[in-house]
């Protein structure tokens, strides 16, 4: 987070002074009080992101201080700086919701470092706070390969700016998400998000759509209507598939953009509206232009902020998180019970192009949900075109660097798939690739390998053989929903 604020609060006027200094250079904004009551008063005004606070201060105290702004904000991140460590005082900080400590006399680099962290951590919770209070769960944007960390990072300073977005990229890679997450990121988030699917819309109708229309301005307009311009007053309107929008209407948009101004069908009042615009296509714009039916003013006005939105195979590390997201939500919205990814299939998927991107992921496994009744998903479950793909291409010997690494990828991937193949039975499948059964046992607890009906095997070697056939729950590993 750049330019955090932060408000420094301690009785010794040099310390004031020296952190002050430290702190403006590196442009974070500072402020300083010399009390307690002092520090609280300028809290409430300047509300920082950050605070720095003395321990030992006359009157009001250190801790006195940090409950009451853990109380007002518990956001804030509070840096204790006290004078010789009393690691009382230090646990009694930290109960209390401290983020960290600095003693005196305070080195530059460790109270910069600090500083740093906390800034982190203050973005990092208020984003989660802001996406779980705003977002369900279905809008989240799962995902943190590098590409997807430096969209997330785009997309959290974008949201702080009132500037036109405009998002492309290949259908089905979660452009719709990228625009509710700059709507429930900015100061816009309590107001209307208002999504208008420029291609659902007839042509003629689309005007009035946008702009709303008066009482028998055409046929069928029986009622006076406000447009989706209207409804988004001081919120955000979302124009999804822009490039569907008609040359008139396109039109109409610009003058939005240009004069912040609406006009109702049929009427001859114009109205003034705030609202901010995010628009997506997964069309080439730039093609629409030169076919002459796109406007190029009207790109340049949405196009100030570009965000592309990248194909999932431009991101393959994304791929297991998605799936278990996936998994845990239609769990949740249909009770199915949670099953799991063979490895062996989260590898065929990276392997996979994914022309539909996240939505052909969602949608298969949902498809395999549904139509698989075992407790793990395989290969032998994936639709064909994707089952040969892992015999050819299970790994590369380039994704290993180190011996060790090597080893023990390739034995678990080939224990799972034995157990696997023998019905998760211990002890068979100890016989049948010759091992005694004790080592497999190891091996499974080494690797955490967790076998559907023997939840047991992991850690403690049961005496007997707890065979339970295919179908057959054991009583222990029976969740609330029967898995
Ligand atoms: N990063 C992601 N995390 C979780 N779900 C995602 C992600 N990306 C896409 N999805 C899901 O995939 C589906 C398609 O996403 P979305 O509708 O946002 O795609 P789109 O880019 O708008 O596609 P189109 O161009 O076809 O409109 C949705 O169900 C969405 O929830
Ligand atoms: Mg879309």
């Known amino acids: 987070m750049e330019n955090a604020r932060i408000l420094v609060i301690d009785d010794e006027k040099n310390i004031l002074e020296?952190?002050?200094?430290?702190?403006?250079?590196?442009?974070?904004?500072?402020?300083?009080?010399?009390?307690?009551?002092?520090?609280?008063?300028?809290?409430?005004?300047?509300?920082?992101?950050?605070?720095?606070?003395?321990?030992?201060?006359?009157?009001?105290?250190?801790?006195?201080?940090?409950?009451?702004?853990?109380?007002?904000?518990?956001?804030?991140?509070?840096?204790?700086?006290?004078?010789?460590?009393?690691?009382?005082?230090?646990?009694?900080?930290?109960?209390?919701?401290?983020?960290?400590?600095?003693?005196?006399?305070?080195?530059?680099?460790?109270?910069?470092?600090?500083?740093?962290?906390?800034?982190?951590?203050?973005?990092?919770?208020?984003?989660?706070?802001?996406?779980?209070?705003?977002?369900?769960?279905?809008?989240?944007?799962?995902?943190?390969?590098?590409?997807?960390?430096?969209?997330?990072?785009?997309?959290?300073?974008v949201a702080r700016t009132q500037s036109t977005v405009l998002i492309t990229g290949e259908s089905g890679t979660g452009k719709e998400l990228i625009a509710r997450r700059l709507h429930y990121c900015s100061q816009r988030s309590k107001r209307p998000f208002v999504q208008v699917n420029c291609a659902a819309i007839p042509e003629e109708l689309i005007e009035s759509e946008l702009f709303g229309h008066e009482k028998g301005s055409f046929t069928g307009a029986f009622e006076k209507k406000p447009g989706k311009f209207e409804i988004a007053h001081r919120g955000t309107i979302f124009l999804d598939e822009i490039g569907d929008l008609s040359l008139k209407a396109q039109a109409k948009v610009l003058r939005v953009l240009e004069e912040g101004e609406i006009q109702r069908v049929g009427s001859a009042e114009i109205q003034k509206v705030d609202v901010r615009v995010i628009a997506a296509t997964n069309q080439d714009l730039k093609q629409k232009i030169r076919d002459g039916e796109f406007r190029e003013d009207l790109f340049f006005r949405l196009n100030v902020v570009p965000v592309y939105s990248p194909a999932l195979r431009e991101r393959v590390e994304d791929i297991p998180r998605l799936v278990d997201h996936f998994v845990g939500f239609f769990a949740e919205e249909n009770n199915y019970r949670k099953r799991r990814f063979d490895p062996a299939v989260i590898e065929a998927f990276s392997q996979y192009p994914w022309k539909g991107n996240v939505r052909e992921l969602r949608n298969l496994v949902e498809r395999l949900l549904i139509m698989t009744d075992s407790r793990t998903i395989t290969i032998r479950d994936l639709p064909e075109e994707m089952r040969d793909v892992p015999e050819k291409a299970a790994f590369s010997f380039a994704r290993f660097s180190e011996w060790k690494e090597f080893k023990e990828f390739t034995e678990k991937r080939f224990l799972e798939e034995k157990l696997e193949q023998f019905d998760h039975n211990i002890s068979r499948t100890a016989r049948e690739i010759g091992i005694p059964r004790s080592n497999l046992y190891k091996k499974m607890e080494q690797f955490a390998i967790i076998v559907p009906n023997e939840t047991k095997a992991a850690g403690e070697p049961p005496s007997g053989d707890a065979l339970h056939p295919r179908g057959e729950e054991s009583p222990d590993s029976a969740g609330k929903d029967g898995s």
């Open 18 to 157: 020296s952190v002050r200094m430290v702190l403006s250079y590196e442009d974070y904004a500072v402020e300083t009080a010399a009390s307690g009551i002092d520090g609280l008063e300028l809290f409430k005004q300047i509300r920082p992101e950050i605070v720095l606070l003395d321990v030992k201060m006359p009157g009001f105290d250190g801790l006195q201080v940090l409950k009451t702004i853990k109380q007002t904000d518990p956001l804030t991140e509070v840096i204790m700086i006290s004078g010789h460590s009393g690691i009382e005082e230090a646990m009694e900080a930290s109960r209390i919701g401290a983020f960290d400590f600095l003693e005196k006399p305070i080195s530059r680099e460790k109270l910069l470092l600090s500083v740093r962290n906390a800034a982190e951590k203050y973005s990092l919770t208020r984003e989660n706070a802001t996406l779980r209070t705003f977002q369900e769960r279905k809008h989240d944007l799962v995902g943190d390969s590098p590409v997807m960390q430096k969209l997330k990072q785009v997309i959290d300073k």
